[in-house]
């Protein structure tokens, strides 16, 4: 069974830092490309960054590029994004998804979801 179990969520100031986890089990890392998408409510889920392991490329939106770093930890099965200099306008419920490598309609599994709140 395929499971993505998300943590490092919570609320921050304008301009802090958090770091989102993501343990992923029931599959082999490598075999879908892992990585976030977030929503707030009564609009689509937008993704924010995908690392895919075929080519070794990572997907950033353009909102978060420069502020947000996608990295993973194959011999953990674990998937992290770093996200800096936050804004009130990241506040989401981020979800780890696999396979992230389309739109959302696309994603296979999702995690449960984990609130992420900035506050200025």
Avoid: H
């Avoid at 502020?67 to 989401?92: G, H, I, Q, W």
């Amino acid at each position: 069974e395929v499971q993505l179990v998300e943590s490092g969520g919570g609320s921050v100031q304008t301009g802090g830092s958090l770091r989102l986890s993501c343990a992923a089990s029931g599959f082999t890392y490598g075999d879908y490309a892992v990585g976030w998408f977030r929503q707030v409510p009564g609009k689509e889920r937008e993704k924010v960054s995908c690392i895919s392991e075929l080519d070794r490329s990572t997907y950033y939106a353009d909102s978060v590029k420069g502020r947000f770093t996608a990295s993973s930890d194959r011999a953990k099965n674990t998937v992290y994004l770093s996200m800096n200099s936050l804004k009130p306008e990241d506040t989401a419920v981020y979800y780890c998804a696999a396979d992230c490598s389309g739109t959302y309609r696309g994603v296979g599994y999702w995690g449960q979801g984990i609130q992420v709140t900035v506050f200025s």
